[in-house]
């Protein structure tokens, strides 16, 4: 039996229902799924050898070949909207209210960094450093736990995962789809 191992951010139905039906098992594959918290570790172990195929975001493996020289092929991009938002904590009322202070990432190379960055520049917060600054914290939950925490001060969420947030008194204070 040949394997072939799989690292994502998230259980996914398709593979769970091959597991069941028994798919993998008909074609002598043995399927080995790992969830991941970070696309820095998932993309660097990736390179490594650690993982033959990861699910990731195409942005991603771009940064990673492009600026990291890896040698890497997207082989399947669904079509979608990213559908983030900057949620940012109770006191932060305007971009101006971020400056100088602490974003919760994933990683600041990749991910839903880059449109955060667009939204950051257009509302005049140029400069990592002075402007504003990176924590890198991996995954969507730790990023909340980040905002909770008081760690961060804003970070890009799930349009689906901020209504426990917005509930708490947190604020979305924009879109990257828009």
Same mark, same amino acid.
């Given at each position: ?30 399927v ?33 070949? !492009? =600026?990291r020289?890896?040698?890497? $092929?997207? %082989?399947? #991009? ?7 938002? /900057?949620? +940012? ?6 971009y !101006? =209210?971020?400056?100088?202070?602490? $974003?919760? %990432?994933? #990683? ?7 449109? /955060?960055? +667009? ?7 140029? =400069? ?51």
């Open positions: 039996m040949d394997t072939l191992r799989v690292n994502t951010f998230g259980r996914a139905a398709a593979h769970d229902a091959a597991v069941q039906g028994g798919i993998y098992r008909a074609e002598s594959l043995d080995q799924l790992q969830v991941t918290q970070s696309s820095k570790v998932q993309m660097q172990e990736l390179v490594d050898g650690v993982w033959d195929v990861v699910h990731t975001n195409a942005d991603n493996v771009y940064w990673w070949t !492009e =600026d020289g890896a040698d890497l $092929l997207i %082989v399947l #991009a669904l079509p979608g909207q990213p559908n983030q938002n /900057l949620v +940012v904590r109770p006191e932060i009322r305007t !101006e =209210d971020l400056r100088g202070k602490p $974003l919760a %990432v994933d #990683a600041a190379e990749s991910g839903y960094v880059t449109p /955060l960055r +667009v939204l950051l520049r257009q509302a005049g917060l140029r =400069d990592e450093g002075p402007d504003f600054t990176f924590i890198q914290v991996g995954a969507t939950q730790a990023r909340i736990d980040a905002l909770r925490a008081g760690h961060a001060y804003g970070a890009m969420v799930g349009a689906g995962q901020d209504g426990a947030l917005v509930a708490e008194g947190f604020r979305v204070l924009d879109s990257i789809n828009r």
